[in-house]
């Protein structure tokens, strides 16, 4: 095997072969635009969290904001600190199925990810009004809570497979306007120039192309909370807490594609003096070709925000919450790395034509500010259960990400105010005593959809068992939410390739222990 240069006889040297400036354009989803579409897709990754709670509140579709007594109060609505009559301590796994059933040109696929992992803890010390404790009235307690929860699992698997009659990779790379691509394109001879100065590819017009993407990614978004929360009366309930928030990302993709080089006729139809009609080069003409893109990207972050809430009973039975969550300012970092590899087998059983260019890399560091949030919730205490319901808005439009160049920061402003819009998210929930020891619990959550343009909403069911003896109380909780997405492995205005359309289900178990003392 050799390689591209010393296989293919050429006339004169290609002029992208100079040195390459390390380039702020690289590839995510369609491998074009680091510097924009990344850190906007990330934005939107960072922002879509969900609330870390117990296996309870999970159970009840996390309608909890007007709830209180549990030690989701603590990462939650903070207010809820005030139901506390005693101190708890608790917490909680997870484990995690996550399934992409995938279709790509009439072909299925399928990948499944699966993960053990811890995913709440916390702590409410109960410090009761001593003054007002055999009123009853007046400020009855202050309660001070310290919790931490998981808040978003990246952890997922993307595979879809199919024949592309549509376009190939390299029809991208004609259209590339970052010297890297160009130069892979150009150096792995799957490029050429024609005589108007024009890039073609040398893939076959027959577009016979079989490709393969593997997406597998990783990591988890998590808070810690420094909470407090005050009774007064009985009736009136306020807290705020402080968050501690980080997120750990990585992503492996792969995406292969394997075709066939045009025809003697095809070449001669675009440039009669391709370097491919060369006698010498004969081989190479209708031969097979494999062209593997690899990337890696790790981000890291690390931000805080506020948030106050407040619970009022205006009798013994309903309850009627709000919150406010203000937007988490994260101080991201972010590792890029892509891999470019080509082959080229001769039909005449000459040596396979191979390109393997260097590792291109990419680093860079960003403020990011993901959107507030605004919560509302009511609910109604029975003797033997309870119901509660919740609206969430979420104003995506106000995410931000600032780096060292105001006119890509003002590009990314624009493209989140045109292409995305605040989201209601709704939840709805419910629980009932079956016996003094054992409680069932059910419940909903619909996430909005905060794009302009496109779909994308999630539903999630939920229901799950409690029990109490004593002091001590166990939570066990199934969920099931489900997604449905697109994925375009590359983008081509000339050839675009169909997106695969993946349908995401995720299966989760929590179970919660705790002890009130």
Known sequence: MVSVSSALVTDTQTPFMNKKTLPLLAALICMASLSKAQYIEDAMRFSQTELGSTARFKAIGNASTSLGGDLSSITGNPAGLGFFNTSDAGFSLNYSNNNNNSKYYGTSSSAQAEKFNFDQAGIVFNMPNRHNAYRQSGWLNFNIGIGYAKTNDFTSTIHFEGENNNSSYTNFLT??????????????????????????????????????????????????????????????????SVGITGFSYRSERRFDEFGDTKSASEFLAINPGSNFLKPENAGLLS????????????????????????????????????????????????????????????????ETAEYHPNEEVYYEEYNLRTPYRLNAGVSAKFEDGLISADIEYVDYTSMRVTTNSPANDSQSADIVSSEYKGAANFRVGGEYRLTPAFLLRAGFNYQGNPYQHITSTKQTVSGGLGYRISNIYVDLTYLNSRQDLTYTPYQSTTFPADPATVKNSRDNIFLTLGLKF
Do not use: C
Request: charged fraction near 15%; aromatic fraction near 16%; charge should be negative.
């Open 175 to 240: 259209e590339a306007t970052d010297p890297v691509f160009e130069d892979w394109g150009v150096n792995s001879w799957l490029l050429e120039v024609d005589p108007s100065d024009h890039y073609y590819t040398s893939a076959s017009e027959s577009l016979t192309n079989d490709q393969k993407n593997n997406d597998k990614r990783t990591g988890s978004q998590y808070q810690t909370n420094f909470s407090f929360g005050a009774n007064y009366n009985n009736q009136f309930y306020v807290g705020a």
């Open 287 to 350: 031969a097979p070709y494999t062209l593997s893109l690899t990337s890696s990207q790790k981000t890291n972050g690390t931000g805080f925000n506020g948030t106050v809430g407040m619970i009022y009973r205006p009798d013994n039975m309903f309850q009627i919450g709000f919150s406010a969550t203000s937007p988490t300012w994260y101080v991201v970092t972010d590792d890029y790395n892509m891999y470019f590899d080509s082959w080229i087998d001769p039909t005449d059983g000459t």
